[in-house]
Structure formats: C-alpha cells, structure tokens
C-alpha cells in the first residue's frame, strides 16, 4: 500500500514515492544500503497501520525526530520511501469470487444460464476455480484462502503419517530380522523408528520429483533454447501461476511445514515434573541455610533433572525439556535448514517469485530420493546396497547441490534479476535493495548447508574407504556402533 504517513511529510525533504523511484533508476548511487532501507520501511509501514499508527507516531512523520542529515532525500540514510510490495502494479489474484462473476458474465454471454444452486453445482465451481483457472488466490500462499487449504494439507499429512509410518517401520522390522536374526530389533528399535520416516520421504520425494519432472520438462525456465532462467524474471509480477504450479507450491509447503514439526518431535522430549517435589526441595534447602534464591534454584535443577543437566535442554517447576534419544546428529544444521526452506517458499511465494522457487524444489527433490535410499539401506545394514545408493547420492549431490543450483539459480538471482525486475520491470530499485538481501541471505545460507553436508558426505566416504564401515554421521555425530549381525 502507498505509505500515507510519508505523504505528509514536507515536500522539500522527500519527493513522492513515484518520484523517488524515478530517481532511483536514474542513479542508483544514491540509494542508501539495505539495513537502512528496511528500517526505514518498517517505520514507514509501522506509521501505516491503522489506529495504531497515528498513536505512536508524530503528526508530521517519524523523519520529523530526526536531524535533517539523516532524513533529507536522496543522500539521507533514511531519506528513501518505497512500497514494500507489488500489488500497486500487479494483477490481483482471482477471488472465488471473481471466478463466479466472471462465470455468470460469460453464461449470460453465451445464451446460457450459470446454476450455482445445489451442492453437485458449488463443488463444480470449486473444483474448476481450484483446478483449471490461472492465478488464483491459492496461488499466494498468504491469501487466507491459500493459507486454509496448507492448513489442511498439513493435517492430512500428519494423518497419514499417523497411519502409515508404523506400518513402514514395522517393514523395517521384518526386513532387519530376516537380515540379521529375530534378535536384531532388540539393539535397534531407534533404527526402525527412524526406518519408518525415512520411507515416508522416499514415498514423498519420489512422487514429487516425478510430477515434477512431467509437469515442468517443457517450461521456458528450465529450456535454455527458450531463454532460460531469464524467464524466470521476464513479465514479473503478472505471469501466471497455473493450477498446477499453485498446487505443486500447496503441497511442497505443507510438508515442509510438517517437516519441521516432526523434526522438532524426532528431537525434543517433554517431561512432566512434580511441582509439589520442586516446592518440597525448595523448602529443604532453606531449612539447610541457602538463603540466596539464584543458588538455592541452581541447587534445586541438580536434585530433579535426572540424566544429568547436558541432556536438558529447558527446566521449569512443572516441565522439562530434553534431547530424544532419535534426535538426528546434523540436528542444528537441519533445524537451519528448514527455517531457511520455510522462509524461502513463503517470501517467494509472496513476492510471485514461484518459478524460481519451483526449480529450488526441484533440484532438492531429486537429490533427496538416492539420500533417502541410502538411509534406509544403512538403517539395515544392508551394505552393497548402502554403497551403491550412497555413491549415486554424492553425484546427485555434486550436480544439483552444488552446480546446479548456486551457479544456475543462484547465479540468476545474482545476474539477471536486477535487470528484469528494475531495469526492464516495474520494480523499484529501493525494494530490490532492500528485500533482495533477504534472499541473498537465504540463498547463501542454504549453499553453505550443503557444503556443510557435502563435508559429511565426505567423512562417511572416507570411513567407508579406510575401515570398510558405514556410518552414517548425519544421524550420529561420532559414528554409530558396529554391531554384529
């Protein structure tokens, strides 16, 4: 939205926004760097808000408090305005609303009546608004609408999680025990829990990278004789976002979210404590003279954590918070991972950035199938295989990880996107600076996770090679223990 707080501002210290803008693509010197450009737009849009902004703010704009070197345009700081979004200049997305309408104009067009009675009619609407009409509100994962359906996608999820992983894990079982002998899941009931979810993810990223596959084998992006990536920039924000790129982006999303619940209940362990032990033990130490507080409840988490202090992560008088046993040894690098991919798939899908976000996907996705095979080769010690899968994984690695998506994607975002986006599009330099940033950031940090893993990779190469053992460090930091089948 145009920041109405900033048009009450004196004219002789910052033109409008359109003005500003105008002077942006002229000369891009001036615009400040991005922390100030994103401090000025939260202020800006801080101001904005509805009846809270006019409380907090002064009258003649937040700039008015600070000294005139700071605010006056174009070579103060925090001088520049910008809208934080595109929906002054992009095509709005179409309501179910708008879909009726548009319905009922053309029946009456064509002679015709459109019956939007009766419950047969309403699901026929539905399901042609959500499966044959182009840029809908499903297609913006933050509409409400978008946000209902991953909602319940991530519910249907986690239900036929509920329902299928047991019977994946109890596949484990059988297949360990007529491996290694009826008494191998005795040692190994970690394995078979971690061997249910990980055929779940095979399950997944094998269908997703073939709907992929066949969904996006002639899209212009992915067809350098088409252009390419620049396609991937060319007619933003207003190319459209078919059902099927609305629905691969639902459905990618839903299990990323439900990705990073079960990492966290893979992870964590809640523990009940008994507050009436905690009150009896602060009593005690105050019979015993420990009379400063700070002390006394140090005292008190030495008595109650059982296990020892390292495996809590958080204590309170009524519960605790500890390290599952199934907690992944890359767990920091996988918590990392997720917030970024979440962060990535809902700002892109935000600022239409869809295309881009697909090839991501993509490239994950079908480096995740040999990763999730290998996992489950290793959980059963199924060596051959283990060996074979995992070579296959590092060259999938190698080609999509790192080639395809820091020198193609990334690359880009870096090279190309200024010059489709700014220079070509719509968009003002200011935004660009500003919002950029936070992909640079995302993008980077996902690169440096894969180096990261690909360093793994290379420790349980280099195990496998010199003791003719497989670990797998992803799962156990120090490597796992040999056991004998």
């Given at each position: 939205?145009?920041?109405?707080?900033?048009?009450?501002?004196?004219?002789?210290?910052?033109?409008?926004?359109?003005?500003?803008?105008?002077?942006?693509?002229?000369?891009?010197?001036?615009?400040?760097?991005?922390?100030?450009?994103?401090?000025?737009?939260?202020?800006?849009?801080?101001?904005?808000?509805?009846?809270?902004?006019?409380?907090?703010?002064?009258?003649?704009?937040?700039?008015?408090?600070?000294?005139k070197e700071w605010v006056e345009f174009p070579h103060g700081k925090?001088?520049?305005?910008?809208?934080?979004?595109?929906?002054?200049?992009?095509?709005?997305?179409?309501?179910?609303?708008?879909?009726?309408?548009?319905?009922?104009?053309?029946?009456?067009?064509?002679?015709?009546?459109?019956?939007?009675?009766?419950?047969?009619?309403?699901?026929?609407?539905?399901?042609?608004?959500?499966?044959?009409?182009?840029?809908?509100?499903?297609?913006?994962?933050?509409?409400?609408?978008?946000?209902?359906?991953?909602?319940?996608?991530?519910?249907?999820?986690?239900?036929?999680?509920?329902?299928?992983?047991?019977?994946?894990?109890?596949?484990?079982?059988?297949?360990?025990?007529?491996?290694?002998?009826?008494?191998?899941?005795?040692?190994?009931?970690?394995?078979?829990?971690?061997?249910?979810?990980?055929?779940?993810?095979?399950?997944?990223?094998?269908?997703?990278?073939?709907?992929?596959?066949?969904?996006?084998?002639?899209?212009?992006?992915?067809?350098?004789?088409?252009?390419?990536?620049?396609?991937?920039?060319?007619?933003?924000?207003?190319?459209?976002?078919?059902?099927?790129?609305?629905?691969?982006?639902?459905?990618?999303?839903?299990?990323?979210?439900?990705?990073?619940?079960?990492?966290?209940?893979?992870?964590?362990?809640?523990?009940?404590?008994?507050?009436?032990?905690?009150?009896?033990?602060?009593?005690?130490?105050?019979?015993?003279?420990?009379?400063?507080?700070?002390?006394?409840?140090?005292?008190?988490?030495?008595?109650?954590?059982?296990?020892?202090?390292?495996?809590?992560?958080?204590?309170?008088?009524?519960?605790?918070?500890?390290?599952?046993?199934?907690?992944?040894?890359?767990?920091?690098?996988?918590?990392?991972?997720?917030?970024?991919?979440?962060?990535?798939?809902?700002?892109?899908?935000?600022?239409?950035?869809?295309?881009?976000?697909?090839?991501?996907?993509?490239?994950?996705?079908?480096?995740?199938?040999?990763?999730?095979?290998?996992?489950?080769?290793?959980?059963?010690?199924?060596?051959?295989?283990?060996?074979?899968?995992?070579?296959?994984?590092?060259?999938?690695?190698?080609?999509?990880?790192?080639?395809?998506?820091?020198?193609?994607?990334?690359?880009?975002?870096?090279?190309?996107?200024?010059?489709?986006?700014?220079?070509?599009?719509?968009?003002?330099?200011?935004?660009?600076?500003?919002?950029?940033?936070?992909?640079?950031?995302?993008?980077?940090?996902?690169?440096?996770?894969?180096?990261?893993?690909?360093?793994?990779?290379?420790?349980?190469?280099?195990?496998?090679?010199?003791?003719?053992?497989?670990?797998?460090?992803?799962?156990?930091?120090?490597?796992?223990?040999?056991?004998?089948?």
């Amino acid at each position: 939205a145009t920041l109405s707080c900033f048009a009450t501002m004196s004219a002789s210290i910052s033109p409008p926004v359109e003005e500003q803008r105008r002077l942006r693509l002229k000369d891009r010197t001036i615009i400040p760097s991005a922390p100030y450009l994103l401090l000025s737009n939260l202020l800006d849009v801080g101001c904005d808000i509805p009846y809270l902004g006019p409380t907090i703010c002064p009258k003649n704009g937040w700039r008015s408090l600070l000294s005139k070197e700071w605010v006056e345009f174009p070579h103060g700081k925090l001088s520049h305005s910008f809208d934080s979004s595109f929906h002054r200049y992009a095509d709005r997305d179409v309501s179910y609303t708008d879909y009726i309408r548009w319905e009922k104009v053309n029946a009456r067009n064509s002679g015709t009546i459109h019956d939007g009675d009766g419950l047969s009619a309403t699901l026929h609407d539905y399901y042609n608004y959500a499966f044959n009409t182009n840029s809908t509100e499903l297609g913006m994962l933050t509409n409400p609408m978008a946000l209902c359906v991953l909602t319940a996608l991530v519910l249907i999820i986690r239900l036929l999680k509920k329902v299928f992983l047991p019977k994946f894990s109890a596949l484990g079982r059988r297949l360990g025990q007529s491996t290694h002998g009826p008494n191998w899941e005795n040692e190994n009931e970690e394995r078979i829990v971690k061997f249910g979810e990980y055929v779940y993810r095979l399950c997944y990223h094998s269908a997703v990278s073939i709907y992929g596959l066949w969904y996006f084998h002639d899209k212009s992006w992915w067809n350098k004789s088409q252009g390419g990536t620049s396609n991937l920039w060319d007619m933003h924000p207003n190319h459209p976002v078919e059902p099927g790129m609305a629905w691969y982006y639902l459905v990618q999303s839903s299990y990323n979210v439900d990705a990073l619940i079960s990492l966290m209940e893979l992870s964590f362990k809640v523990e009940l404590v008994n507050p009436l032990a905690y009150s009896s033990a602060l009593n005690f130490l105050e019979k015993e003279h420990v009379v400063d507080e700070s002390q006394r409840k140090q005292e008190v988490l030495k008595m109650m954590v059982i296990g020892g202090c390292d495996q809590t992560l958080l204590w309170t008088p009524l519960f605790q918070i500890k390290w599952s046993p199934t907690v992944r040894g890359d767990f920091r690098e996988m918590m990392a991972h997720h917030i970024v991919t979440n962060c990535l798939i809902f700002l892109s899908s935000y600022y239409r950035f869809t295309r881009i976000g697909s090839m991501i996907f993509m490239v994950h996705d079908l480096s995740d199938v040999p990763i999730d095979m290998s996992k489950l080769a290793n959980f059963v010690k199924w060596k051959t295989t283990t060996i074979v899968c995992f070579v296959t994984m590092v060259l999938m690695w190698i080609v999509t990880r790192l080639v395809i998506f820091p020198f193609v994607i990334c690359g880009s975002v870096l090279t190309e996107s200024y010059q489709f986006l700014v220079v070509k599009g719509k968009m003002d330099p200011a935004l660009h600076e500003a919002y950029f940033a936070f992909f640079y950031f995302l993008l980077g940090s996902l690169v440096l996770l894969h180096i990261t893993w690909f360093i793994i990779l290379l420790r349980i190469g280099w195990t496998l090679v010199s003791k003719g053992e497989t670990h797998d460090y992803s799962e156990h930091k120090n490597g796992e223990k040999q056991k004998s089948s």
